[in-house]
């Protein structure tokens, strides 16, 4: 079985620039999370998605930040515009049965 | 509320134990274990549900102590491949909607 697939793997980026990270779940799998995980830490919930409507992005700055999950599927996070901090593995990940399997992230840099 | 896990980094040699343990000061309804190498993604190791449940896989099991709202990861007979950061995840009580908190993960190193 696929498993979580996400690009790009690695972005480099100066700020003020945008970005956008894809991610296509695991067949099957109505929900779809987003992390944001900063080198030494753990990973941050940014939003949730239950099919295409979102459940929870009380974590995402949304001055900045968005995402949208069309058709239920795949989904983009889009960050415009980016900032030095915003620079950390973005991660995507779906569920299925209370366990949630990731994808292998971006890792984005911002200089 | 994040969890607090420790220690923050072991090592260990081939062979050796290792307890990893994740503490949280709200009432929870799950924890999550993830163990991530370097650049890759985070895999999930096991799950533990409140009642104090113990459960095992192979020589990593893990324990749910619902009264101190805390859990213990135990690895036996530590090989090299058990290398990578562990996460813990924990649900809160109450219709969180499978939301997970992760901590700040424990770093292993198992060397020869």
């Known amino acids: 079985e696929a498993g979580v697939a996400q690009s790009p793997r690695y972005k480099i980026i100066e700020k003020r620039q945008s970005v956008a990270f894809w991610c296509n779940p695991i067949s099957g799998h109505a929900t779809l999370y987003w992390y944001q995980q900063i080198l030494g830490q753990g990973p941050k919930l940014l939003i949730q998605f239950q099919n295409n409507g979102v459940v929870d992005d009380s974590q995402l700055p949304k001055d900045r930040f968005s995402a949208e999950r069309l058709k239920g599927v795949d989904s983009t996070l889009k960050i415009q515009p980016a900032k030095l901090e915003d620079s950390a593995v973005y991660l995507c990940?779906?569920?299925?049965?209370?366990?949630?399997?990731f994808g292998a992230g971006t890792r984005l840099s911002v200089l | 509320q994040q969890p607090v896990q420790s220690p923050q980094a072991v090592i260990l040699r081939e062979g050796e134990d290792a307890v990893i343990n994740c503490s949280s000061s709200?009432?929870?309804?799950?924890v999550h274990w993830y163990r991530q190498k370097h650049g890759e993604a985070p895999v999930f190791l096991m799950i533990l549900l409140k009642g104090g449940e113990q459960k095992g896989h192979e020589k990593i099991s893990a324990s749910f102590n619902e009264k101190k709202q805390q859990s213990s990861l135990y690895l036996t007979a530590s090989q090299l491949s058990y290398s990578g950061t562990y996460f813990c995840?924990?649900?809160?009580?109450?219709?969180?909607?499978?939301?997970?908190?992760f901590g700040k993960g424990t770093l292993l190193t198992v060397n020869p």
């Open positions: 995840g924990t649900e809160q009580s109450g219709g969180s909607n499978y939301k997970l908190t």
């Open positions: 990940a779906s569920r299925f049965s209370s366990i949630q399997y």
């Open positions: 709200k009432a929870l309804y799950s």
